[in-house]
């Protein structure tokens, strides 16, 4: 089977004509992409895809090119028991990044200097092994190995670069009344390396997680437990366990009740804590003793199907309520002479 597909999108004019300093030279999008899947004489189900993206922006250098090739493998064992591939994705992309403008007029979609657009070439790799198989107990499992890497070529140098090692292993079972039971386990290595930086770093991440999930004919409950622990160099952060519950209830055929309740977690990126970087005028500090982030989420919802003759719509209502501790962003501030 193959397939084919293309796309071609152009901006207008905008209201203020003195805004649109591209002239002639209308911004747009192009894309192509195709994908071919086959099964091998040996029994081995292959899928091929390339894709291709050129963009011009309506924000002066914003601009990008971008190709990507990847596979996917599979095969089947032991009477269709075991199935195992490899997949695999290779992305090369040059692009520009518009910051700030000129200014909230004529120059709005104008740089403020050439130093505050960046430009960027990027190299990603990904490969993935897998395997997955059922054992006698009816017990089905999955593992998954993934490198990662991804690099910025500069100065004839593979820098800034990182090596990501990550591995996944999965466990599902129905068990007595009808309870679905997930739990699995986590782990990475991650090394990266950019001057802006402060040069190389080394961290790791573990994890583990269960979920349990019962179905009645109009009640669906859900509860997931995680744990988590994390490592940059010689900080290492305390983990602290993130819980999650939600039912979904059906009122009646066309209307359905939900109601959760979840925690998040978040250590602070590589990034966040040790970019130093110049923006033109504009300076990114690091901050290395960065705290993790943790949130809650409590949300209740009603969703109403409507039909009408051929005619199908939904309406959904939710309130909600989240809160943060430690939130990790941007601020502004200045330092020095203006």
Do not use: C
């Not at 390339?50 to 990008?64: H, K, T």
């Not at 050439?114 to 990904?126: I, V």
């Not at 003759?309 to 330092?335: C, S």
């Amino acid at each position: 089977r193959t397939k084919a597909s293309t796309f071609h999108m152009v901006y207008a004019q905008p209201a203020g004509t003195a805004m649109s300093w591209w002239g002639k030279e209308t911004p747009f999008q192009s894309s192509v992409s195709a994908s071919h899947a086959f099964t091998s004489a040996s029994r081995t189900d292959v899928v091929l895809g390339v894709n291709a993206l050129e963009m011009r922006g309506f924000l002066s250098g914003e601009n990008e090119r971008r190709g990507r090739i990847s596979f996917k493998t599979r095969k089947f064992f032991n009477e269709g028991k075991v199935s195992a591939g490899i997949d695999g994705n290779f992305l090369y992309k040059k692009q520009g990044v518009f910051l700030f403008w000129a200014n909230d007029t004529t120059g709005a979609y104008l740089p403020f200097s050439a130093g505050s657009t960046a430009n960027t070439t990027d190299l990603w790799t990904s490969i993935d092994p897998w395997v997955k198989w059922s054992d006698r107990f009816n017990i089905r499992h999955s593992a998954r190995v993934r490198y990662f890497m991804t690099s910025q070529p500069l100065n004839d140098r593979m820098e800034p670069i990182a090596h990501n090692f990550i591995a996944d292993y999965q466990v599902k079972k129905e068990l007595p009344l009808e309870i679905a039971l997930s739990a699995g386990i986590s782990a990475s290595q991650s090394i990266f390396i950019d001057a802006g930086l402060g040069g190389k770093h080394l961290g790791n991440l573990a994890g583990m997680f269960l979920q349990a999930q019962r179905s009645w004919p109009k009640l669906e409950v859900q509860a997931g437990y995680r744990y988590e622990y994390f490592r940059i160099d010689t900080v290492a952060t305390p983990a602290k366990p993130v819980q999650s519950y939600g039912l979904n209830y059906s009122v009646s055929p066309k209307t359905s009740l939900r109601a959760s309740y979840g925690e998040g977690f978040r250590f602070p990126s590589g990034i966040e804590r040790y970019l130093k970087y110049n923006i033109d005028l504009l300076h990114v500090y690091p901050n290395p003793e960065l705290l993790p982030e943790r949130g809650w989420n409590y949300e209740v919802g009603l969703k109403r199907k409507i039909q009408w003759q051929n005619w199908r719509a939904y309406a959904d209502w939710a309130l909600f309520y989240t809160r943060y501790k430690n939130m990790t962003e941007f601020t502004f501030g200045q330092w020095g002479a203006p």
